[in-house]
């Protein structure tokens, strides 16, 4: 059953006549009045909405004012009173709540007209597309790491790894309330997003990923352009966390990484995340010139660096849930225990 929640100024019956066709209370609708006051919200358009806003008979832009942003708030108003544009609008609004990961939703914005011809209200619905836009946008990154994966040997599960342990010291983090900038899209992001710091060895000659001994010190050179390959080849991507951990999982708190040799807090927080989940998940990995360590001295190695290699809050971060990184190696562990040789172990330095 639909719910009027005001009367209407406009001619009511004629309103409930259109009410009692055209919707559908399973669809996330809302209706406007003639003046863009909500007056009907359907179900599911309330539950989409209900960590976000509370729109039941607000004015429209009072509630939808900051996912338009000013330049679309405009574009909007002029569609809406537009014969050329059939006085509608469509786009996609970006739902923010710090709480909450980012929605996205299709809408579309559909007048009804009164048996005069003037207008009685509008229709607005919207699609949750926040999957599906990131699948896809996704999707396109993830197959250029596949590729990048092929040339670089296999290292097996790595990146997945580091995914995990990144996203368990962010959403620790997050508990903590230790950084204001990590919040729920935070987290999503860098699970993702830590699986792609070394993309940029796509661009890295075979000779020297695939070199079977010791580099000398210009291959290392171009070894460590990596970092400045996958920054470019992650520079279409959205969020500004994908080239900070391309660019800055090398970097040293004390200064002594590359490739700028940032220091301390200049080195974004997502990458001093990943470097420390990055560097356990090679310690534990079997390498043709070193053997694999176990998870204790793994993580007393990482402890040694705390302040030198690695961000001192960090590593306290990580011997309070050590043990969820152990829990991971083991569940996400190669079959193959004797891992490739591969040159980017980030111990270039000696931890
Ligand atoms: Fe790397
Ligand atoms: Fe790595």
């Given at each position: 059953m639909l719910e009027v929640q005001a009367p209407f100024s406009a001619d009511r019956k004629e309103f409930e006549a259109i009410l009692k066709f055209g919707q559908n209370p399973r669809l996330a609708q809302i209706i406007l009045d003639g003046n863009l006051i909500i007056r009907y919200t359907s179900p599911a358009a309330l539950s989409l909405f209900t960590?976000?806003?509370?729109?039941?008979?607000?004015?429209?832009?009072?509630?939808?004012?900051?996912?338009?942003?000013?330049?679309?708030?405009?574009?909007?108003?002029?569609?809406?009173k537009s014969p050329e544009r059939g006085f509608s609008w469509s786009g996609t609004l970006v739902h923010k709540n710090p709480n909450m990961r980012t929605l996205l939703t299709r809408t579309v914005i559909n007048p009804f007209f009164a048996a005069n011809r003037s207008i009685l209200g509008y229709l607005v619905h919207f699609e949750d597309v926040t999957d599906k836009y990131n699948t896809r946008l996704r999707t396109t990154f993830s197959s250029i790491l596949e590729a990048a994966k092929l040339k670089d040997n296999d290292t097996g599960k790595h990146n997945e790894r580091v995914s995990y342990y990144s996203k368990r010291i962010a959403e620790y983090?997050?508990?903590?309330?230790?950084?204001?900038?990590?919040?729920?899209?935070?987290?999503?992001?860098?699970?993702?997003?830590?699986?792609?710091?070394?993309?940029?060895?796509?661009?890295?000659?075979?000779?020297?990923?695939?070199?079977?001994?010791?580099?000398?010190?210009?291959?290392?050179?171009?070894?460590?352009?990596?970092?400045?390959?996958?920054?470019?080849?992650?520079s279409s991507y959205p969020n500004p966390m994908a080239k900070e951990i391309a660019l800055s999982h090398h970097e040293w708190w004390n200064g002594?990484?590359?490739?700028?040799?940032?220091?301390?807090?200049?080195?974004?927080?997502?990458?001093?995340?990943?470097?420390?989940?990055?560097?356990?998940?090679?310690?534990?990995?079997?390498?043709?010139?070193?053997?694999?360590?176990?998870?204790?001295?793994?993580?007393?190695?990482?402890?040694?660096?705390?302040?030198?290699?690695?961000?001192?809050?960090?590593?306290?971060?990580?011997?309070?849930?050590?043990?969820?990184?152990?829990?991971?190696?083991?569940?996400?562990?190669?079959?193959?225990?004797?891992?490739?040789?591969?040159?980017?172990i980030p111990l270039d330095y000696d931890v």
């Amino acid at each position: 059953m639909l719910e009027v929640q005001a009367p209407f100024s406009a001619d009511r019956k004629e309103f409930e006549a259109i009410l009692k066709f055209g919707q559908n209370p399973r669809l996330a609708q809302i209706i406007l009045d003639g003046n863009l006051i909500i007056r009907y919200t359907s179900p599911a358009a309330l539950s989409l909405f209900t960590d976000y806003y509370r729109i039941q008979s607000k004015p429209f832009f009072n509630v939808f004012r900051q996912p338009l942003g000013t330049a679309e708030l405009r574009i909007l108003i002029m569609s809406l009173k537009s014969p050329e544009r059939g006085f509608s609008w469509s786009g996609t609004l970006v739902h923010k709540n710090p709480n909450m990961r980012t929605l996205l939703t299709r809408t579309v914005i559909n007048p009804f007209f009164a048996a005069n011809r003037s207008i009685l209200g509008y229709l607005v619905h919207f699609e949750d597309v926040t999957d599906k836009y990131n699948t896809r946008l996704r999707t396109t990154f993830s197959s250029i790491l596949e590729a990048a994966k092929l040339k670089d040997n296999d290292t097996g599960k790595h990146n997945e790894r580091v995914s995990y342990y990144s996203k368990r010291i962010a959403e620790y983090l997050h508990g903590k309330q230790l950084y204001p900038q990590i919040d729920p899209d935070f987290i999503d992001n860098i699970e993702f997003l830590s699986m792609m710091h070394d993309v940029g060895k796509i661009g890295t000659p075979d000779y020297i990923l695939q070199k079977p001994g010791k580099l000398t010190e210009l291959e290392w050179d171009i070894m460590r352009e990596h970092t400045i390959n996958g920054t470019f080849i992650l520079s279409s991507y959205p969020n500004p966390m994908a080239k900070e951990i391309a660019l800055s999982h090398h970097e040293w708190w004390n200064g002594g990484g590359y490739p700028f040799r940032l220091e301390g807090d200049m080195i974004p927080l997502s990458a001093r995340i990943v470097t420390v989940a990055d560097v356990y998940d090679a310690l534990r990995m079997k390498r043709t010139y070193k053997l694999e360590y176990t998870h204790e001295e793994a993580i007393d190695r990482i402890l040694a660096a705390s302040g030198t290699q690695f961000d001192p809050s960090i590593v306290r971060v990580l011997s309070e849930i050590h043990e969820s990184f152990n829990e991971i190696w083991n569940s996400f562990r190669d079959s193959d225990a004797s891992e490739p040789y591969n040159a980017d172990i980030p111990l270039d330095y000696d931890v």
